[in-house]
């Protein structure tokens, strides 16, 4: 259904904007005004001004709009699971055990060369399909299960297709600098400067790459591999944004920041100094409680730093096939809150106002004035009850670039 021009009026609406006084920036009996796809008005509804009088109302009288969910950290296109690898790790054997073994990343690796770019967009789209039914409009999806040309650039345009085919928008990360593959054994310097980085080069020339990303972590890659890495992103004008912190603190939230990332991710073992440089660049900190649930790590982030030095929280599914193999943005947020002690505003603002940030994009994110008009709208009294239901999907309607869906 295409709305040119309306006005939304519900009996709650969580703009979510950081200058209102209230929490989540609620504001009751509110109304929206739709033009064009773009919010041109919000406020009270007894303040509409005359000029929208003669706009269609769609009125959702006792139900709450909020932005629309953003998704900032994904893996979604991937080939083959790993339920099997579940299991053996039930039976006793460590994430790095699995890894170091010949499974883990590896493993989906081997699957996703080997899947056709139909298989892996149907794959993709049933995740996807499940986080629109969730209210989500915008979502990250990183490259990273191909470690070769081809696959990697297989991956980011399947990535790309699927906001072709679906009313959902993509940002794509180039994760190349994700593991290291078999080939490569014991050589992450040559896989950085004879795959990782020409690859960079090729998906950017073809316009599939958003941003740049890498895993920085001891089965993984060094903060000077990395750093070779964003030396390309930048050369290349990209932003970056790091896994960082997962397992061990090797310093990778550090670099990250003091490269002005968008974002570091993870950061379970994240030290003070680590929370400080991200305070002062700007740098958002992604909690991925899936991973950590998954994992069962038992060391948090320190959500408690990061608060008292201003650093902002984003919330994200990690959806991948090993270590969060979960689509739904509604359990992170109870995850974020039960197993981090979030605040039910802050994992709100999590997959709203602050994924937008971790993404680079100031369109969306909060209801406000010139900001896209994706909305989600949901069959509760209060935001709260968002983050408080486990497994529970109150989303009436979600609306996409001012759509119904
Ligand atoms: N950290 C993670 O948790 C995932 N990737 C990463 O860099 C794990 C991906 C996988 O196990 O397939
Ligand atoms: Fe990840």
């Known amino acids: 259904m295409i ?26 009996e509110a109304a929206i005004v739709v033009e064009d796809g773009m919010i041109v008005w919000v406020g009270s509804q007894t303040h509409l001004p005359n000029r929208f009088a003669g706009h269609a109302k769609h009125h ?42 010949g499974g883990g990343i590896v493993s989906t690796v081997r699957a996703t060369r080997s899947a056709s770019e139909a298989d892996l967009l149907a ?18 999806i990183k490259s990273g299960y191909g470690l070769d040309q081809e696959t990697e650039l297989k991956m980011l345009r399947v990535a ?13 990360s180039f994760l190349g600098a994700h593991a290291i593959p078999p080939n490569y054994s014991g050589q992450p310097d040559a896989y950085i400067d004879e795959i990782c980085i020409p690859t960079l080069h090729r998906a950017h020339a073809e316009g599939l790459v958003d941003a740049v990303d890498g895993f920085c972590e001891g089965i993984a890659f060094s903060p000077d591999q990395i750093a070779r890495v964003f030396d390309a992103a930048k050369m290349l004008g990209l932003p ?35 929370v400080r440089e991200m305070a002062q660049s700007g740098t958002v900190a992604v909690l991925l409680p899936g991973a950590f649930y998954t994992l069962r790590e038992t060391q948090k982030p320190p959500v408690a730093l990061l608060r008292q030095h201003g650093v902002k929280l984003a919330v994200a599914t990690d959806c991948n096939p090993g270590s969060s193999p979960i689509s739904s943005p509604l359990l992170s947020m109870n995850m974020a809150c039960t197993l981090f002690q979030l605040t039910p505003e802050e994992a ?12 680079g994009l100031s369109d969306t994110g909060t209801i406000a004035i010139g900001q896209r008009a994706d909305f989600a709208i949901w069959n509760v009294k209060h935001p709260a009850e968002l983050s408080y239901r486990i497994g529970f999907n109150s989303l009436e309607k979600r609306i996409y670039g001012g759509n119904f869906d």
């Open 3 to 28: 709305h040119d021009s309306y006005v939304l009026t519900a009996s709650s609406v969580a703009t979510m904007c950081l200058d209102s006084a209230e929490p989540y920036g609620l504001m009751p």
């Open 348 to 359: 709100l603002a999590g997959v709203t106002r602050n994924a937008a940030v971790a993404l």
């Open 60 to 101: 959702f009288g006792t139900q709450l709009i909020t932005p629309a969910l953003i998704d900032c950290h994904t893996h979604v296109v991937y080939g083959g699971n790993r339920a099997a690898e579940f299991e053996m790790r039930l039976n006793g054997a460590s994430y790095e055990e699995v890894a170091r073994s």
């Open 160 to 172: 790309r297709r699927i906001a072709t085919l679906r009313p959902i928008r993509v940002q794509t």
């Open 123 to 140: 794959d993709a789209l049933q995740r996807i399909d499940a986080m629109i039914a969730e209210g989500v409009a915008l979502v990250e």
């Open 240 to 274: 970056i944004k790091l896994h960082a912190e997962q397992l061990s603190n090797l310093g990778g939230a550090k670099l990250a920041a003091s490269r002005d990332a968008l974002s570091a991710d993870h950061l379970e073992y994240l030290d003070e100094e680590g």
